[in-house]
Nanobody, 115 residues
């Protein structure tokens, strides 16, 4: 059974930084890919960043150069370092993992960026 628990959200002023964490249970090395998604009020959930086996990463154009996704396999943790936040980054952020063809989601953590 895979469980994902996010933490690290909060309220920050524009230009500030936050680091989101995702604690994963289960066999971490079997996670084919992991990523962060976000959903703003009235909008569809969108992909923010992904990291796959081997450490390859990809980012949405809107966060490139500002956000960094990385994993700590020894701790079964995944992170999203968010720098230079803008109000448009305000959303609920979700941790995602794909394991043997199945999708798993965390409960989400709210990030609010004030102008």
């Amino acid at each position: 059974q895979v469980q994902l628990v996010e933490s690290g959200g909060g309220l920050v002023q524009a230009g500030g930084d936050l680091r989101l964490s995702c604690a994963a249970s289960g066999s971490f090395f079997s996670f084919n890919s992991m990523g962060w998604y976000r959903q703003a009020p009235g909008k569809q959930r969108e992909l923010v960043a992904t990291i796959i086996s081997g450490g390859y990463t990809s980012y949405a154009d809107t966060v490139k150069g500002r956000f960094t996704i990385f994993r700590d396999n020894a701790k079964n943790m995944m992170y999203l370092q968010m720098n230079n936040l803008i109000p448009e980054d305000t959303a609920v952020y979700y941790c995602h993992a794909r394991v043997y063809g199945l999708n798993y989601w965390g409960q989400g953590t709210q990030v609010t960026v004030s102008s």
